[in-house]
């Protein structure tokens, strides 16, 4: 769960006009577990009362929902509709798992498609592998790109200045970003990143950068027990390296963020 420092960071580039404080509650509950007021007040910098009248249009629009705790609040029935349309218009209704899936068999480990959203990575889809020690990843989980595969997989290709903003606001000191985005060009020149223990302790990725349009949109990822690395890694970089490239080429539904629409980092 996100850190209400480093949320309102996150938030910096939040929606604007007539609804944007009931947009900042429904994100809050999209990032948060069962959350009271004071929580998404705090990630939100939102007053007390703000809140109690954001979720009271969230709470009749079935977005939101009191949960069996009182006072606590999670995401409504409606938001699974959303969801699932989400699944069907904009991952190609199962064409992103299929994809996913031969990934798994290839590596016989976990593969993810995580797409940026804001300063952050979210699960979208998912396949896990078949072994009994395996990796696991929550579709709808999101996570803040400051470290790991997937996230310095993504970095490597956004535009000049977006990887140095979206690390400081995600909390990140100043000189333990310069030492992430020293790591970058290496990246994009190889095509993909890896990670071992940064994000989860025992945990190894490799994961490749997904484009649309010619700007990053998100990565795919292979992770695995770090115990079973070594043999895995140079074909599990090439087969995720080639999921990548065939997600690149289903032209998805998934477009850049406005600012990356320019190209990636020269």
């Known amino acids: 769960m996100s850190t209400p420092s480093a949320a309102a960071r996150s938030l910096s580039e939040a929606p604007r006009g007539a609804f944007s404080r009931v947009a900042l509650v429904l994100l809050a509950l999209a990032r948060m577990d069962a959350p009271r007021v004071a929580d998404i007040g705090a ?5 007390t009362s703000a809140v109690y009248r954001c979720l009271a249009t969230l709470l ?3 977005l939101a929902e009191e949960g069996p705790v009182h006072g606590r609040y999670h ?16 991952l190609g209704g199962g064409r992103t798992t299929r994809v996913l899936a031969e990934l798994s ?5 976990l593969g993810a498609l995580l797409v940026r959203s804001g300063d952050a990575l979210v699960c979208v889809d998912a396949i ?17 790109m400051t470290a790991g595969a997937s996230a310095k997989a993504v970095l490597s290709r956004l535009p000049d200045g977006t990887s140095t903003e979206t690390l400081l606001r995600n909390g990140l000191s100043p000189s333990a970003a310069v030492e992430l985005l020293a790591s970058l060009p ?4 190889r095509g993909f990143a890896v990670s071992a223990g940064e994000v989860d302790e025992g945990v190894w990725g490799v994961s490749a950068p997904v484009l649309s349009h010619g700007a990053v949109i998100g990565a795919v990822s292979t992770m695995a027990p770090l115990t079973r690395s070594a043999p895995l890694a140079a074909r599990a970089a090439r087969a995720t390296v080639a999921a990548a490239q065939a997600l690149s080429r289903l032209d998805l539904s998934l477009r850049p963020e406005p600012a990356d629409r320019q190209g990636g980092r020269r």
């Open 128 to 144: 896990d592998g078949p072994r009994a020690l395996r990796c696991s990843y929550a579709i709808g989980e999101a996570i803040p």
């Open 186 to 189: 290496g990246i994009r020149e």
């Open 105 to 109: 068999a290839q590596t016989q480990e």
């Open 75 to 90: 995401a409504g029935a409606m938001a699974l509709p959303l969801a699932e349309r989400y699944r069907r218009n904009a």
């Open 60 to 62: 009749d629009a079935g």
């Open 43 to 47: 990630f939100t910098g939102l007053p």
